[in-house]
Nanobody
Framework: QVQLVESGGGLVQAGGSLRLSCATS??????????LTWHRQTPGNQRELVAT???????DYADSVKGRFTISRDTANNTLYLQMNSLKPEDTARYYC?????????WGQGTQVTVSS
């Protein structure tokens, strides 16, 4: 099993940037062999897939963040990142990381991102 700890969120003005981190522990092997994802969730809504980084390094993004967000991974340190630029108020949400596919790992506590207008 892999444990997930997200960090890096905060309050930022529209147009600003944040870099989220997802530290993993429990199995570096599982981290290294999985495609990984970032999701976000606002109160009362389902989690939304934001970005995916596949095993080979290719990436995919939701249309709403394409060109502004960049997902990356540091396999040596078992850490996943999400660089978020040109933030908009609609990016306000709690952000979570996980693997792609099922079964999902247990969700972490997430990290809150709040973008003020």
């Amino acid at each position: 099993q892999v444990q997930l700890v997200e960090s890096g969120g905060g309050l930022v003005q529209a147009g600003g940037s944040l870099r989220l981190s997802c530290a993993t522990s429990g199995s570096s092997f599982l981290f290294s062999i999985n495609s990984l994802t970032w999701h976000r969730q606002t109160p009362g809504n389902q989690r939304e897939l934001v970005a995916t980084i596949f095993m080979g390094g290719s990436t995919d993004y939701a249309d709403s963040v394409k060109g502004r967000f960049t997902i990356s991974r540091d396999t040596a340190n078992n850490t996943l990142y999400l660089q978020m630029n040109s933030l908009k108020p609609e990016d306000t949400a709690r952000y979570y990381c996980n693997r792609r596919g099922t079964p999902l790992w247990d969700w972490g506590q997430g990290t809150q991102v709040t973008v003020s207008s």
